[in-house]
Nanobody
Framework: QVQLVESGGGLVQAGGSLRLSCAAS????????MGWFRQAPGKEREVVAT????????YYTDSVKGRFTISRDNAKNTVYLQMNSLKPEDTAVYYC?????????????????WGPGTQVTVSS
């Protein structure tokens, strides 16, 4: 069982930055692929970025490429999402998720554990 807790969300103006963190419980964090997802009101949950267990493989959805960076520190059981050049359309609840596969899939239904989410609001 893995428990995840996100932090770092908030209100920011367009063009600003935020850094999300996700702290995980357990001693096998490096064996999990990790992902950041988001869900805006009235929309389906979508993948934002994923990272493999060793941190060597990453994936970004097209809309955040060049602006967001996912990283992880396995010694601290933590995964991060650095978000720069934020846009109003980035406004959503952001969720951290753990995939039992070390690869880190892109599908929402392929993740096994989820955090409660953190709100990110970008004002224009």
């Amino acid at each position: 069982q893995v428990q995840l807790v996100e932090s770092g969300g908030g209100l920011v103006q367009a063009g600003g930055s935020l850094r999300l963190s996700c702290a995980a419980s357990g001693r096998t964090f490096s064996t999990y692929g990790m992902g950041w997802f988001r869900q805006a009101p009235g929309k389906e949950r979508e993948v934002v970025a994923t990272i493999s267990g060793n941190g060597f493989m990453t994936y970004y959805t097209d809309s955040v490429k060049g602006r967001f960076t996912i990283s992880r520190d396995n010694a601290k059981n933590t995964v991060y999402l650095q978000m720069n050049s934020l846009k109003p359309e980035d406004t959503a609840v952001y969720y951290c998720a753990a995939d039992k596969s070390v690869v880190a899939h892109k599908g929402v239904n392929e993740y096994d554990y989820w955090g409660p989410g953190t709100q990110v609001t970008v004002s224009s």
